[in-house]
């Protein structure tokens, strides 16, 4: 008998205690103890969580620690308490870390435990009850102990996941339990002491017959408890202990007896149900292999049509050839022209084979000179460089296929996406540059411009107009032409907008506005988003127009930084909107425009607007004729 080696305990020396004391990590140490913080176990908790023993050895590695003085078996043990207690609590006991205790149990936890009647009193404090056992390995692995114990009505943190854990253990692995004994009620050993298959049965024994495991090896897929129902015994009376040790002699038994162990009544009927299990886990199989018959490749669809074909037939039994073919899913057809067909499955290779024969041909024709070939090229040239001849869909195919490009004119993989985008998300022209006909604050014109500064460096600028009053209420500031930019300036203008209010968001159809995150964000917010025409400046004059004089006026050589760019764009920002007079605008700075209007009457305003119809119906007019202008230029 091999002899089991005991682990030494870590005994720590003078030198060491003194050495760990000044530690930051170490609440406690002596001569055989240490006990980290709890911030540091978390840390290893969660490296092992990450890493396992790796894990631990790096964070102790990197912080420091000699795994040597720490002793051979410290990882070991703190792996074994992770796994067993989980995730350490806050706790200022004196447990070490180098030891593994028994799970500590609350007595108020566990009174109503008990009173779920899923649990009852054991040796070391409760225990599951055998029943709850016996519920919970019935639909196990389909079904998890921890939502098992949820199902039954009970918080699985209260029961513990030590204790879980250990129940799980005993069901993944028999081996580990099979020599556990049990204890046999008076009314069970009644039940089966006459039953064909037991071969003894007393209050501490359960032993079943050679015969059982000959007769049940063959179902080794099935659950413990269907196998002892199709054998008649009832699975619900018997402990799981019982249902391992038979689960660990099914995994290793080899048959060695041939027919049932007599010719009873009961056995005949037992084996009948055997059969018909048996017949069930063929159909089961066979509707696997349906679902898996689509996916198969030639080859293994003929390998699969064989192995049918070499079945002997029997006509008088339920899983004849034509049975199989239905239930899987094969036509007779296909099947026998599968067997009979000696290319069958080949057509792939031959046609690689012959594909690898023409693109030697393209490859000849791309390498005649030095200049490159696209496809087409490639299709007129062949000819007369090879005296051969492909279509040009063939040619496209195999190159392809084998990666074969032309780096001459190759399509912009980032354009098409930009024109993809533009399809989908573009705007219509809801505006119309209708600038000056709308309410101050329902109209907002917006662009981002460029602004060189410093010493060839680039930062870029977001604006947000008022198109009434001409109000500049937003100017973002970034070193970073990204989304953030512009929304950025959105966030800021929502400081001047009043909720639910219908509102036009006008913008050029550039990259940043026709993102769908953007355009998701200017929704939420309430606004209608609304786009000039691709290309057409026209279209977003005033915000044009605000950035030529923000440029003119402001000298952006003097800043060597970002936050002082900034500085200078605020300040501006604060003098035009508050000390710029705009001629257009009654000699009036754009925050006192807005007062003027705001204060207007409804007559008056209708008034201002039946003016700056005019004004609209007069653009219209002369542009309409600059277009049939330049329509005559152009020779249409």
């Not at 071969?199 to 495991?213: D, N, P």
């Not at 680039?458 to 209420?473: C, E, F, I, N, P």
């Amino acid at each position: 008998m091999s002899r089991k080696r005991k682990s030494r305990s870590k005994h720590f020396t003078g030198e060491q205690i003194e050495k760990f004391r000044n530690d930051p990590n170490i609440r406690y140490i002596d001569h055989r103890t240490i006990r980290f913080k709890y911030e540091f176990r978390i840390k290893l908790y969660e490296a092992w969580k990450t890493d396992q023993r790796q894990g631990i050895k790096k964070v102790l590695t990197d912080n420091g620690y000699d795994l040597k003085e720490l002793g051979c078996n410290f990882i070991d043990t703190l792996c074994a308490r992770y796994k067993q207690s989980g995730r350490p609590k806050n706790s200022k006991s004196n447990q070490s870390v180098g030891s593994i205790r028994s799970f500590r149990t609350n007595p108020k936890d566990n009174e109503y435990l008990i009173s779920t009647g899923k649990f009852v009193k054991g040796t070391n404090g409760i225990r599951f009850s055998d029943d709850f056992v016996n519920e919970l390995f019935h639909r196990y692995p389909e079904q998890s102990i921890t939502e098992g114990i949820r199902k039954a009505g009970i918080d699985p943190e209260i029961v513990g996941y030590q204790r879980i854990y250990a129940l799980q253990r005993r069901f993944d692995h028999p081996e580990s339990f099979a020599g556990e004994r049990s204890c046999y009620s008076e009314e069970l050993i009644e039940k089966y002491k006459d039953h064909p298959y037991v071969q003894r049965i007393t209050s501490k024994q359960f032993v079943l017959k050679e015969g059982f495991y000959d007769d049940a090896c063959c179902l080794k897929r099935m659950k413990i408890d269907d196998i002892l129902d199709l054998f008649e015994f009832d699975h619900k009376l018997l402990p799981v202990n019982f249902k391992l040790r038979m689960q660990y002699r099914l995994n290793h038994h080899e048959r060695k007896g041939i027919g049932p162990c007599d010719t009873s009544e009961q056995v005949l009927r037992i084996l009948r149900n055997i059969m018909s299990a048996l017949e069930k886990e063929a159909d089961h199989s066979l509707n696997e292999i349906h679902d898996m018959v689509k996916d198969l490749k030639p080859l293994q669809r003929k390998s699969l049509c064989q192995c049918i074909d070499s079945l002997i037939p029997d006509p008088g039994k339920k899983f004849t050839k034509k049975y199989i073919l239905k239930t899987i899913g094969i036509s007779r057809s296909s099947f026998y022209s599968c067997l009979k067909n000696a290319e069958y499955g080949l057509y792939r290779e031959k046609k690689d084979m012959q594909d690898e024969e023409d693109v030697k041909t393209i490859r000849e024709v791309l390498n005649h000179d030095k200049y490159p070939k696209g496809t087409r090229m490639i299709y007129m040239q062949m000819k007369k460089i090879t005296s051969k001849q492909f279509g040009i869909n063939k040619i496209r195919r195999l190159k392809r296929k084998y990666g074969i490009t032309c780096t001459v004119r190759k399509a912009n993989v980032n354009r098409q996406a930009a024109q993809k985008l533009l399809k989908k998300n573009r705007c219509p022209n809801h505006l119309k540059r209708q600038f000056r006909m709308h309410r101050p604050l329902e109209v907002f014109l917006s662009d981002v411009t460029y602004i060189p500064f410093g010493d060839d460096k680039m930062a870029y600028g977001s604006a947000v107009l008022d198109a009434v009053t001409g109000r500049l209420l937003a100017l973002e500031v970034s070193e970073s032409n990204d989304l953030k930019l512009a929304e950025q300036s959105v966030e800021t203008l929502l400081r001047y907008t009043e909720p639910g209010k219908a509102c036009i968001f006008h913008t050029d159809q550039g990259s940043l506005y026709l993102s769908e995150q953007f355009q998701q964000l200017v929704r939420e917010n309430g606004f209608r988003q609304s786009m000039s025409k691709r290309g057409n400046c026209w279209d977003n004059a005033p915000q044009e127009s605000f950035f030529g004089h923000f440029k003119d006026e402001v000298d952006f050589s003097e800043c060597r930084y970002i936050h002082e760019l900034i500085n200078e764009v605020s300040d501006y920002s604060i003098y035009y909107n508050l000390g710029r007079p705009q001629w257009d605008r009654n000699r009036m700075t754009p925050f006192e425009y807005q007062m003027y209007l705001q204060n207007l009457s409804e007559e008056e305003y209708a008034v201002y607007l039946a003016k700056e119809t005019e004004k609209y119906n007069r653009m219209k007019e002369k542009a309409a004729e600059k277009a049939i202008e330049r329509a005559k230029t152009l020779g249409v």
